[in-house]
């Protein structure tokens, strides 16, 4: 049997012997890169914690012991060592998320995978046990380097110093790196820890010295690598970047050295007040293709051969990201003026062919959004035109700083959010469907929802023309797929993709929902019902065509892939409204829930928001409105609703459009 099968609860490390640990920490690596391969999934920070997850869980006693993680991409060892080793569906639906869940394991404390927030967690929970008289009791927060550019993590340490009379022990993963590497002035302070000739010199001398001494001797080298006032403090100052905040420092430790961590942790666990761990890892740790990898040593990988690291997906298309990616070159080529800026994404959210093009143009900030969108204000001011790329769910963060600092002084500053709507395996935290609803709260923005790549490449140039507001361009992830074009454009830019052979029903369709509101409109044809489709392309504000079309028809369909409570369709119908338009209007979204991850298309259809549901709806809705239609044509289906029980089916699916959040 081998050692990792025979592990169901952390207390199960406790009889292994410290080779056993290690062959299990190797036997932990083989398992990952094997069922990553098949799934996908966060496996470059994983393969770096292993050591440190196994130490932390040899010296503290989960779930007594918390363990909050930042972010929760790095949990992976975590799952493993808690029961759960059945990685056959990772991050697919009816198997296990990428990050922590609490109903997955009593273990699993923090559930947000948004960074730099672990430490108000652990703040909060600790003085909860103090107060509460579990002293007994301590919570170990595991945060990257990465995360500490975020100025969460700051404030939360300014407060976890003013009290120091709790157990609390903070474990800084210090690999370099959040997504690619780590960038600021904590980045160069840590790097310079970690490279520095003393450090290393002074490492390898002294752990040959006391390792030909003995045990004794032995116990004592560990002692002094692991305490703040040992050889290495003398050489590297390291205490210093937290002494002002009157927090102990222990280290830093080889973080996959099992013995040192474990007795580094013990030292924190036992000094009975709030401790930081400083522990050195190499992320993709074990694993050379990961290593090798320059870019983010496979922090986020899709399904990949395990022998070379190459991915196995067949073909090759083309991303929304790669669109904006050329598009947003492009305009650097047509315009000095532009600059980007991102946080921590230079990479994934397109940005680094910019970079490469104009390495003095482009600014990232750490983890740190609201940072990023305050400065982006201060840029424009400056007579420069900020394009902000950043995930449609981190938008979230820096809400305040685009309503007051950005739109408030009507500031020249192109959003592109990248990953919004339905992302998919990566879960509730990662799926980009707020966007919609929260940023049209904003006076003065205007958002635009490309349905295809060439209105991402023409909506882009139109946005970053824009000077005296905030403009959004939203789009989602995966591949672009195939150009959907208009029949006609419209003096406002709304694009006609479909002209119905009556006005009986008018489908709004936001950006890739377009192609969906196509699909739904063929159906309506197949039934004798006249469907026209458009794509205003900016759906904030509504453009007068939408109103105008909306007037001529009997019923309005909007169809979004963000929350329906507050999104574009909310929105339309108060237009329509204020000009005086009774036309009813059924807006189509996803309910105002957290979802959990599962494939995009199995999401849409929870939420039914596919062709064939949303086409039945409408038959029942226009029949039971009495809406006159033409004869269906010969291939209509056979399950469609009838004109005599219209009334009862219109009702019931109202019913259910209310039942899934519709």
């Known amino acids: 049997m081998s050692l990792l099968s025979s592990i169901s609860h952390p207390r199960d490390l406790d009889a292994l012997s410290l080779p056993q640990l290690e062959a299990l920490a190797s036997e932990i690596r083989s398992f990952l890169v094997e069922n990553v391969a098949r799934s996908g999934g966060h496996l470059g920070p994983n393969l770096g914690v292993v050591e440190l997850t196994l130490a932390i869980h040899r010296v503290f006693d989960s779930p007594n012991d918390p363990v909050v993680f930042d972010t929760g991409h790095q949990s992976y060892v975590h799952k493993l060592v808690t029961g759960r080793q059945d990685f056959s569906r990772l991050r697919s639906r009816g198997g296990l998320a990428g990050y922590p869940q609490r109903s997955e394991s009593e273990h699993d404390v923090v559930e947000s995978s948004h960074a730099s927030s672990s430490l108000s967690w652990a703040d909060g929970i600790s003085r909860a046990f103090a107060r509460t008289g579990r002293t007994d009791r301590h919570v170990v927060a595991v945060v990257g380097d990465g995360s500490l550019t975020g100025g969460m993590t700051w404030e ?13 022990v903070i474990v800084v993963n210090d690999n370099g790196r959040s997504y690619a590497p780590t960038i600021g002035g904590m980045a160069r302070f840590l790097n310079k820890v970690r490279t520095t000739e003393g450090y290393r010199s002074l490492h390898e001398g002294s752990a040959s010295l006391f390792g030909r001494l003995g045990p004794a001797a032995r116990a004592v080298y560990r002692g002094l690598r692991g305490g703040t006032h040992g050889f290495l403090s003398r050489f590297v100052n390291n205490e210093a970047l937290y002494s002002n905040l009157d927090i102990k420092y222990l280290g830093p430790v080889d973080g996959h050295d099992l013995e040192a961590m474990i007795e580094t942790l013990r030292l924190a666990k036992s000094y009975g007040a709030p401790v930081i761990v400083h522990a050195i890892t190499e992320k993709g740790r074990g694993y050379a293709p990961a290593r090798l990898d320059e870019a983010d040593q496979f922090h986020a990988v899709g399904k990949i051969d395990p022998a070379t690291g190459r991915p196995v997906s067949s073909g090759s298309t083309i991303s929304w990201t790669d669109v904006f990616a050329e598009e947003l070159v492009s305009a650097g080529e047509r315009r000095s003026d532009v600059v980007a800026i991102t946080a921590a994404m230079l990479r994934p959210t397109g940005l680094l062919p910019f970079a490469q093009r104009f390495p003095d143009r482009v600014l990232d900030v750490g983890i740190a959004e609201q940072h990023a969108v305050a400065a ?29 600092d950005v739109a408030l002084h009507r500031a020249g500053v192109t959003f592109v959010l990248d990953r919004a709507g339905v992302t998919g395996p990566d879960g509730p935290s990662h799926h980009g469907i707020w966007d919609l609803a929260m940023l049209q709260l904003v006076p003065g923005v205007r958002i635009a929802a490309p349905r295809d790549a060439e209105r991402l490449r023409e909506v882009f140039r139109e946005a970053v023309q824009i000077e005296d507001a905030p403009t959004v361009v939203r789009y989602p992830k995966g591949s672009v797929g195939d150009e959907l074009p208009a029949v006609e454009r419209l003096d ?8 119905g052979e009556s006005d009986d029903v008018l489908i709004v369709g936001i950006g890739p929902m377009a192609r969906l509101g196509v699909d739904v409109a063929e159906r309506l044809r197949a039934q004798g019902i006249g469907a026209t489709v458009i794509d205003p392309r900016w759906v904030v504000p509504v453009a007068r065509s939408v109103v105008d079309l909306a007037a001529e028809h009997r019923l309005v369909i909007t169809i979004e892939d963000g929350i329906r409570v507050g999104g574009i369709g909310t929105r339309i119908r108060q237009v329509l409204r204020e000009a005086g338009i009774d036309t009813a ?5 996803l309910p105002d829930e957290f979802i959990d991850h599962a494939e995009r298309d199995e999401i849409l259809e929870d939420a039914g928001l596919t062709a064939a549901k949303i086409a039945h709806d409408v038959v029942a809705q226009v029949l039971g409105t009495r809406i006159p239609i033409a004869r269906p044509s010969a291939d209509a289906e056979s399950d469609w609703p009838d004109a005599a029980d219209a009334p009862d089916r219109a009702e019931a699916a109202d019913g259910e459009r209310q039942s899934r959040g519709r």
């Open 156 to 168: 939360a340490l300014n407060n976890i110093s003013d009290d120091n009379d709790r157990n609390l």
């Open 376 to 404: 982006s204000a201060g840029l424009a001011f400056g007579g420069l035109h900020p394009v902000v790329a950043i995930y449609a769910t981190f938008m979230n963060r820096a809400f305040d700083q685009m309503m007051m």
């Open 492 to 499: 406002d830019g709304t694009d006609v993709l479909v002209r």
């Open 585 to 589: 209007v059924d807006e189509l979204g």
